[in-house]
Every structure is written in structure tokens, then in C-alpha cells.
């Protein structure tokens, strides 16, 4: 049964594996290239595991010690986590005793697959779940043992690295866009995103951005509940 959803699961992380193995990688150089100890690169990507934020968190490692600012940051970065979790209360009922490892392990792209990804007739819902989640797990780690790796072999310059992150997003987010015919909720996202850009500010238009959103979706349910995927 659990083979069985692995074999399932792989083909849904494929786009996530070429996206996690480089993002991995990036993220262990750009600690090499700090003063900080790679272990603690492989540590963070196993224990934290937060994709972007691990990012963030180089700047916090290498800046003067300010737990509050640090905690601030943190919030308003990882935000967007509050929402993922209201959404997948329902289809985390399932999962029993892997309930904490898979809230644990909702990155955003973890998470997009996870509503998007149904498990083919007759394979297990529960470790079909569990498998993506782990998988992309798997993915993040060892590209950022190759990252490591690679940065005490090969002296590279990390400059314009840490776009790597941004160019997956929108590698998923044209992925869901060409999956689903219903483009509502993507284009509300945009909509809502670019005018609490323009309205709070770089800085802060985040929170604003998921809490508009949330708004958004609960409002216009019903429109946005569609499925239907392209055929």
C-alpha cells in the first residue's frame, strides 16, 4: 500500500525535485560563503525546512543578535502559513499520527500540490499525501548537501543566487495556471497582491496581501471552487 502511493506521489514532485534541488543547492552555498558552519545549512533544511525564510534566516545568522526583529521578520515572512493551514484542516483529518509532520512540511509548493494533486483510483489518500510532503522534503535536503559540497570544491560567486526561489514560484505558478481552467482565484491573487504593493508598501504588503485573499476566496467561494482541469 505505501509503495504503492510512493510510485503515485514521484510523478507530481518531478517539477518540485528540479525546482528543490537547486534552491537546495543555493541555499547551502550562500551559507558557505558566510562564516557560519555549513552544518548548520543541512541542520536548518532538515529541522526548519522553511524555503524562503532559510534564505532570510543568512541575514539573521550573519547580522548583530535581535530576537525580536528576528521573531518580526519571521512572522511577516512565513504569514502566508496561517492561511495554509485554515485550508487544509479538512484534508489533514486523514492523517493520524503523520498529522505533525505534514504541517511541519507545507512549503508552498508542498502545498500547492497537495490541493491540487488527487491520488489515482485505488491508492491510499493518507501516504499518497505524506509521500509528496517527504519527497519535496527529500528534494530540499540534498540539494542543499550538493550546495555545500559543491561550494567547498568550487569557489562561486553567490550574487543574484538567491532568485532562485523567485523563479520557482513562478515556474508553479504557470504550471497551476496551465492546469485548471478556472483562472479566478490566480488573478484575484495578482490583483490583490500588486494593490497592497502599491498601497502598504514592499515592506509590509504581505500580511495584507494573504489576509485580502483569505477575504477574497471566502466572498467568492462558490466561483472559485471549480476544478475543472484542462483536458
Known amino acids: 500500500m505505501k509503495r504503492k502511493a510512493l510510485k503515485a506521489a514521484v510523478p507530481y514532485t518531478l517539477p518540485v525535485m528540479m525546482g528543490y534541488i ?10 558557505h560563503n558566510t562564516n557560519v558552519p555549513d552544518g ?3 541542520f536548518m533544511s532538515i529541522f526548519v525546512y522553511a524555503g524562503s525564510m532559510q534564505f532570510v534566516a543568512i541575514e539573521l545568522l550573519t547580522a548583530p543578535f535581535a530576537p525580536f526583529s528576528a521573531a518580526l521578520v ?3 515572512v512565513n504569514a502566508r502559513h496561517l492561511f495554509y493551514g485554515l485550508s487544509m484542516l479538512e484534508p489533514f483529518k486523514i492523517m493520524g499520527k503523520l498529522k505533525p ?11 500547492s500540490l497537495e490541493c491540487a ?5 485505488g491508492v491510499d489518500g493518507k501516504y499518497f499525501l505524506f509521500f509528496i510532503a517527504l519527497l519535496d522534503q527529500s528534494y530540499w535536503v540534498a540539494g542543499t ?5 559543491a561550494g567547498n570544491i568550487i569557489p562561486i560567486d553567490s550574487t543574484g543566487i538567491d532568485f532562485a526561489m523567485t523563479a520557482l514560484f513562478l ?8 492546469g485548471t481552467r478556472n483562472h479566478l482565484p490566480a488573478l484575484a491573487g495578482l490583483l490583490v497582491t500588486a494593490l497592497c504593493l502599491i498601497l502598504t508598501g514592499s515592506d509590509n504588503f504581505l500580511l495584507f496581501s494573504m489576509a485580502g485573499i483569505l477575504l477574497f476566496l471566502l ?3 462558490r466561483q472559485c471552487a471549480g476544478k475543472g482541469k484542462q483536458q
Open 101 to 111: 509532520y505534514m504541517i511541519f512540511s507545507l512549503s508552498d509548493e508542498t502545498y
Open 117 to 121: 494533486a488527487e491520488p489515482p483510483e
Open 22 to 31: 537547486f534552491l537546495g543547492m543555493a541555499f547551502g552555498i550562500l551559507l
Open 74 to 76: 519571521t512572522l511577516m
Open 171 to 178: 515556474v508553479i505558478f504557470l504550471e497551476q495556471w496551465e
Open 219 to 221: 466572498l467568492f467561494r
Open 40 to 42: 548548520w545549512a543541512l
Open 145 to 149: 548537501l550538493a550546495g555545500i559540497l
